[in-house]
């Protein structure tokens, strides 16, 4: 029986020193949305605001040992992954989160760094498909990654992101968040799949370069809200809400000169 009513929170991603993206910004948002973070690191970059310029995949067996003591001594009450980096992560992952089904997992299948820089080999592509989407609560790909994902052109327009979606959801997980931040236009609009719904949760957008680490602190942001036992359309709503407040005060941060950071605390740090 749980003691607590603060739940846990395990990110399995890579590394960002300059604390904008990675398991830097996936703690912070567990902690904003008030869970206990916990991270198993998959790969240490080299990248700052400005983009990335080096990575090295950790041992895929040392991945796998990172999580297993975690569930070994601390009730896990969800799961984020976010970067993989190689196919041998991919499946020793998925391999160390079968044996606790029922966990909700948030699944950001990081791709492209902000800047351009490639962070998962092309061989893994298949790996994560294959081991990672049929153990995933929730996708959350940006229009790129889904394209990647299916072997598409990128969606252009509202139909064909749910098309997408929809076509995602037959690749194993249980719902599908398709975040629509690439398309052009003063709107950024999401679709979400879940349980055969579909459901748009729209969006103007905000103009600002501080967008550095913004999918990675969405999915948390939604694993945290999975965790306290929110549906997928609730914790989307959520979620999205935060995020939003944390971009719009991102300029209250002075990080870097390139894609600055979002503002995680937005709602705790007063002046």
């Not at 399995?12 to 991270?39: T, V």
């Not at 299916?150 to 968040?177: C, Y």
Request: proline share 6%; glycine share 10%; net charge negative.
């Amino acid at each position: 029986m749980r003691s607590s009513t603060i739940r846990n929170v395990l990110t399995i991603a890579g590394s960002d020193p300059s604390g904008g993206a990675g398991i830097q910004a996936d703690l912070k948002a567990f902690s904003a949305r008030s869970c206990y973070g916990m991270a198993a690191i998959t790969a240490l970059t080299a990248q700052n605001t400005q983009g990335v310029s080096a990575v090295v995949p950790l041992n895929p067996e040392f991945v796998a040992e990172q999580i297993r003591m975690v569930f070994a001594d601390v009730h896990v009450d969800a799961v984020k992954i976010g970067m993989i980096a190689n196919a041998g992560i991919a499946r020793a992952v998925a391999e160390a989160l079968k044996p606790h089904r029922g966990i909700p997992v948030v699944l950001d299948p990081v791709m492209i760094a902000k800047g351009g820089a490639s962070l998962l080999d092309p061989d893994a592509v298949e790996a994560l498909t294959s081991d990672l989407l049929p153990l995933a609560t929730l996708l959350t790909p940006n229009l790129p990654e889904a394209a990647a994902l299916l072997g598409d052109p990128e969606a252009v327009d509202r139909r064909i992101m749910e098309s997408q979606a929809i076509r995602l959801t037959a690749l194993g997980p249980q719902a599908v968040l398709l975040k629509g931040g690439h398309l052009t236009g003063l709107e950024s609009p999401d679709v979400l799949i879940a349980a055969g719904q579909v459901t748009w949760f729209e969006a103007d957008r905000i103009a600002t370069r501080n967008t550095h680490g913004t999918g990675c602190s969405l999915s948390s942001a939604l694993a945290a809200e999975l965790a306290k036992g929110l549906g997928p359309q609730e914790a989307v709503r959520v979620a999205k809400a935060w995020l939003a407040e944390a971009v719009r005060s991102s300029g209250q941060l002075s990080v870097g000169s390139g894609h600055g950071p979002v503002h995680h605390f937005h709602a705790l740090w007063q002046d």
